[in-house]
Structures are given as structure tokens and as C-alpha cells.
């Protein structure tokens, strides 16, 4: 059995995160680490987003950032805000990866394995990013957020099919709650469109659920991730009819425009689909072992936020990498875990209010909205953020 000082079960966000930080600090000179992870190859497979509200090490990895941001309501109300000293940035995983993986591989004390079938795991400290919790399709317990994105590249300028005043590639929507076809009307469910332009020919669509127990069925006639995303395209006139199919045909559809068939107006670049877990997992100290990424805290569970909070929680352990099995551990400031905790008890009871809560968030000064969604603000903006929730409805949630 090999035997390694440190061993980092999952090679994603969370694990490759923590090896490049142990690395870039001269932690691993005279160690030796272990990274667990069963996928065969590494691919671009995500789009990480957020605010730079601190400092991260992937500057190079981001693929666009923007100051100028909307958000609208069911009704088609928008709110905009331009914030410079925050941008929102995306981060492309492929140039994550490739980054990553490029500075590890020159480590000689750092190995890469798909399984702990010959490793010891009894005499390394281990710092463990597998999710131990019930499959997304399966849970029908707790809140997931779920969605479906691609990168559309139509050959003619987008300005050309949306209006030249419509499409600004230094705008993005974070949040369209008028989504098309508008399905959602059972009020269990909460869905809205997610827009980042890339370039004039480029553009990311996203549609965003939150639910339980995976993708909503019961009462939707269309596929609910990739015909919306088809809508949208029609709404746009790109496509020149809406495509009313089953599930497998909409699919159908998608897979062939992936492979460069079925339109001579647009093709589709890249797919993403996940879900991120709007719960955390209870926390058992083991010795001898830090959870890391999701399963260790790390999302924010009133917006799924969680890759800056997966750098500062790395930084947290390099810092601390003598002292480990002593180290405090590392957790969100118990104010927006508390935060949060209220906000999940109002979505139990009242999803049909979450949108307008969200639109009415936006409402107010940019700045202290962000620095609030990014774990950043002081009391004064906390309180600013709060009186905009309906108070009765946010009351009742203390005490349920």
C-alpha cells in the first residue's frame, strides 16, 4: 500500500484548488500528496461566476467580466446596476484545469490516482470533497439548484437578430424571472434565465431551478432545461418557430446543433448541466480529515456562491498546513449561515414569494447588495439588505 502525507479525495474545484495553493507556497516541497479522481479526462465542464469581491489566484482563467448587470421580475420590470469596483467574473474550468494541472504535473511528490484501491489511508491526513448525500433526482427532502447552460454562437452578430440596443456585451442578466415559455406557475418550483454575453457573436443561457427531488415533471408538457433555452432563442428570432417535442426530441434537437447540424444560423459551442446541493451536510470532525468545497460548507446557500469561498478556505489550510489536525475549522461567518437559515425556512414555506424577494434584493444600492450575496458586508449594509425582505414573512421564519 503507498503511503502519502496528505491525500485530496476529488479532483474538481474544491481538491485542485487547495493542491495549487499547498503548491504555489512551497508546502509541498518536502511532503507528498495524493489526489483522488475517478474521471478519465479533464474538460472544460463548468462556468464558475461571481463577484471579485477578494483577490483569487485564476485572474488568467477568467473568461469575461462585467460591471453592468440587470435583473427582471415575471412581469418584465427590469433593475440595473453598474458596479466597477466589483466585477462579476467567469471563470472558464478548461483554462482552470489546464492551469492547474500544468503547475501540479511538475511536482514529482504529487500523484494522480482514480481510486484508493493501493493507497493507506489510515497514516495521511486527508482532506475530502466527496458529497456522501442522496442523488439530486432522489431528494426529495432538501432544496437543489439545478440548471441547464449552453454557449450559443450565431454567424451573424447578435446585435443583428436581437436589436442593436438589446444586446450589450459588457451587460449581463443574473436574474430573468420572466422566463419563456413562463411554466412556472405551480408555485413549488422557482426558475429564472441567466444571460452572459461573451462576444458579438457568442452569448451563455443558462436556465436556473430551484426545487426539490430533481427536474420538475408533473404538469409540463416540454422539457423544462433545454426547451425554455430553445424559447429563448425563438423570443430572439433565431430560430424561426418553437419546437414542441417530447423530452428525448428537444434533446434530439440540442445534441445535433452540438455537433454543428440542424441550423445554418447558429451552432451550440458547449453544454453544462449540474446541481448544486442548498443544503450543508451535517459536519462530523474525523480525525485526521477536513471536508473541503460543498461538502465542507462552502456554499452559500441563499445564492449557491461557492468558488470564492473555496479559495479563502485554501488558503485558510495552507496557512495552517503545520498545524492541521489542530487547526479551528475553517466556516462561513455565522451571520449568513444564520442569514441563510432564515432564508431557507422562508423558500420552505412561501416559494411563490422568492421571486420578487430576489427582484426587490436589487432594488438598492449595488454595492451593498453584493458585498451582502458575497459574504463581504458590514452591519450597516446587512440592515439595509434586510429591511427590503417583507418583515412579517422573514419574522415568522425565526421561529419555525
Not at 453592468?68 to 471563470?91: D, T
Not at 418550483?189 to 443561457?205: A, C, G, Q
Not at 426547451?227 to 440540442?254: K, M
Request: charged share 30%; with cysteine; net charge positive.
Amino acid at each position: 500500500m503507498k503511503e502519502f502525507d496528505y491525500i485530496i479525495l476529488g479532483g474538481g474545484c474544491a481538491g485542485l484548488s487547495l493542491a495549487y495553493e499547498l503548491e504555489i507556497y512551497n508546502k509541498l516541497k518536502d511532503k507528498t500528496l495524493a489526489i483522488i479522481e475517478p474521471r478519465e479526462e479533464y474538460i472544460r465542464d463548468k462556468t464558475w461566476s461571481f463577484w471579485k469581491v477578494s483577490s483569487h489566484n485564476f485572474e488568467d482563467c477568467v473568461k469575461k467580466s462585467w460591471a453592468l448587470f440587470n435583473v427582471k421580475n415575471r412581469y418584465g420590470k427590469e433593475i440595473k446596476h453598474y458596479i466597477n469596483e466589483y466585477p462579476y467574473q467567469a471563470i472558464d474550468s478548461g483554462l482552470f484545469y489546464k492551469k492547474v494541472l500544468n503547475t501540479l504535473k511538475k511536482n514529482k511528490n504529487i500523484s494522480f490516482f482514480k481510486n484508493t484501491n493501493d493507497i493507506n489511508l489510515n497514516k495521511s491526513f486527508i482532506f475530502n470533497s466527496f458529497l456522501n448525500i442522496k442523488k439530486f433526482k432522489d431528494d426529495k427532502k432538501n432544496y437543489w439548484q439545478h440548471f441547464l447552460g449552453l454557449e450559443i454562437e450565431t454567424k451573424k452578430k447578435l446585435g443583428y437578430w436581437l436589436g442593436n440596443n438589446e444586446y450589450n456585451t459588457n451587460e449581463f442578466t443574473l436574474m430573468d424571472f420572466d422566463t419563456v415559455p413562463n411554466i412556472v406557475k405551480r408555485l413549488s418550483e422557482i426558475n429564472f434565465m441567466y444571460v452572459l454575453p461573451i462576444d458579438e457573436h457568442k452569448v451563455f443561457l443558462e436556465t436556473t431551478w430551484i426545487s426539490k427531488g430533481g427536474v420538475p415533471e408533473d404538469g409540463f408538457k416540454y422539457a423544462p432545461y433545454s426547451y425554455q433555452i430553445l424559447e429563448q432563442l425563438r423570443r430572439w428570432s433565431i430560430i424561426d418557430n418553437p419546437f414542441l417535442g417530447s423530452d428525448e426530441e428537444v434533446d434530439d434537437r440540442i445534441d445535433k446543433l452540438m455537433k454543428g447540424e440542424g441550423s445554418e444560423k447558429f451552432k451550440i459551442n458547449y453544454r453544462e448541466q449540474g446541481a448544486i446541493p442548498l443544503f450543508h451536510p451535517e459536519y462530523k470532525r474525523i480525525k485526521n480529515q477536513i471536508n473541503i468545497g460543498s461538502v465542507g460548507g462552502m456554499t452559500r446557500l441563499s445564492t449557491g456562491y461557492t468558488f470564492l469561498n473555496i479559495q479563502e478556505h485554501s488558503n485558510y489550510i495552507m496557512k495552517n498546513i503545520d498545524n492541521i489536525s489542530e487547526a479551528k475549522i475553517f466556516e462561513q461567518n455565522k451571520k449568513y449561515l444564520f442569514f441563510d437559515k432564515i432564508f431557507m425556512k422562508v423558500l420552505e414555506k412561501h416559494p411563490e414569494k422568492m421571486p420578487e424577494i430576489f427582484f426587490n434584493i436589487f432594488s438598492g444600492f449595488s454595492k451593498s447588495i453584493i458585498k451582502f450575496l458575497s459574504n463581504k458586508s458590514n452591519i450597516v449594509e446587512d440592515l439595509s439588505i434586510i429591511l427590503k425582505m417583507p418583515k412579517w414573512t422573514f419574522i415568522k421564519g425565526l421561529f419555525k
